[in-house]
């Protein structure tokens, strides 16, 4: 299959086809299921009621403060910040993602493209056509393993604004308007509009993504400067904030760096993936720049693919590219480095963990980085071993790759738990000892596996994914049911 990519701007998350709806499975509870008080206590929280969870977290200080190889986050230095009752909110990048077959793809020239475009929004095509992109990928999945999540955007008061707000509520997952000015929203103006990504498809499967961002040098929505009441609210209620690369294509550096200076001063965690954007951010503007370095230094996680890694780094190795961006970030506790068919590794300051990724036909893998994130969050809410988080990421990107695009395409909890029950790892041991051995400074390296097998290696720790087994789904299973009580009080 050719991919056109009209513009690197233009690359927000998008489908490469019409959109099939996988409906929420429906989680059967389990007759042998603890109390509710013990599944409370299995989720390592202390539980007030449904609708407010006290927590401690990690002072955000040092990374140095990197839990050992059993856990997540670690224990020192504790401070108790109150009530979240939200475990995942993402920040921005929400847009409507129109899959089209077309003749042609777009002309070149960027005046004729933005023509071809206002002719194709002139008048909206069937709805068939439409998917929740952006964000709502990683926002849907992760409410689908039974978090309790929150949108924080901007979205218009037209068609597909409402379109997109309803996708959200249907999908259990709730939305904060990031201004305060509800006159604004219901402005007909361009610059006030919900973001469509345009996803064009000719006759010979080769894909073009266009959307307004492309045609200006400012941020689509670069209006918005301080962070509502709501925003500040929404953020400080959640356990997690994710930001992504590309909304730097709505919101100004500043108004993002606004936020990643209040979540940490909530005692918010910050989940960063860059994604192909990372790149440019890089090299752009002075202030996309400063924005880009200190999100790299700031955040709790920081998500890449090994290419990504390298470009930042210059490192070819991804393990010894993990451990220069911890080195770089002065709150970084993990670094995920996403790799692919060959799996992902989870870097922290006192080991390696590796997944290999499990063997399924891939379909389109569109979206399958956004709910690795949302999966990658599940870990650390929770609290699971880090090999753990790696076995549920690597299968909830592999079951959204099964299907056909995004938003509500993304993997369900029910194809997840098939994949890990399952069981079948695209091992490759060569490949991992080989890595390894190139990263001589590593303390602590664990591997899983199909089987148990016998480490020559005292770095090397085999896990067997079949040990993992019952207590992964166990878990997701507790999750997603106290996730159903939680909205039954509600």
Partial sequence: MNNLFLSPKSLVSSNAFPSLLFPLPSSKPNPIFPSFQSISSNLRNSVVNCRGIEISILNNHSNS???????????????????????????????????????????????????????????????????????????????????????????????????????????????????????????????????????????????????????????????????????????????????????????????????????????????????????????????????????????????????????????????????????????TKWVIIKMGSKGSLLVTLSGTSCAPSYKVDVIDTVGCGDSFVAAAAFGFVHQLPKIQTLAIANAVGAATAMGCGAGRNVATLAKTMELIKAGDLNEDDKFWSELLDKSTDVEEFTLLSKKVVDDIDSRLKHVPLQNLIPDLISKLELTKLFSKLCASEQ
């Avoid at 068609?159 to 990031?178: A, C, W």
């Avoid at 960063?272 to 890089?282: A, E, I, Q, R």
């Avoid at 790299?296 to 220069?324: F, H």
Wanted: with cysteine.
């Fill in 65 to 331: 403060l990197n839990s050992s190889s059993n856990g997540s986050t670690g224990h020192a230095k504790l401070k108790n910040v109150g009530v979240k009752d939200v475990d995942i909110a993402t920040f921005g990048n929400l847009c409507v993602d129109i899959v089209l077959g077309v003749p042609q793809l777009p002309p070149e020239p960027l005046s004729e493209r933005e023509a071809y475009m206002e002719d194709l929004a002139s008048s909206p095509p069937d709805k068939q056509y439409w998917e929740a992109g952006g964000h709502c990928n990683t926002a849907i999945a992760a409410a689908r393993l039974g978090l309790r999540c929150r949108a924080i955007g901007h979205v218009g008061n037209e068609i597909y604004g409402r379109f997109l707000l309803d996708v959200l509520h249907d999908e259990g997952v709730s939305f904060v308007e990031m201004i305060d000015d509800l006159d604004l929203i219901r402005s007909t103006t361009e610059a006030y509009k919900t973001l469509l990504c345009w996803v064009l498809v000719d006759p010979l499967q080769r894909h073009g993504f266009c959307s307004r961002a492309d045609f200006s040098e400012d941020p689509a929505f670069g209006w918005m400067n301080d962070l509502s009441r709501d925003v500040k609210s929404a953020i400080k209620q959640s356990k997690i904030l994710v930001v992504n690369g590309y909304g730097f294509d709505e919101l100004s550096p500043g108004f993002i760096i606004s936020a990643l200076r209040y979540a940490v001063e909530a005692g918010t965690s910050v989940f960063f993936d860059p994604g192909p954007k990372g790149k440019s951010l890089s090299t752009g503007t002075p202030e996309e720049q400063r924005a880009f370095d200190e999100l790299l230094k700031m955040s709790d996680v920081v998500l890449l693919t090994a290419d990504e890694a390298e470009s930042l780094t210059g490192i070819g190795n991804p393990i010894l590219a993990g451990q220069e961006l911890l080195k770089r970030g002065s709150r």
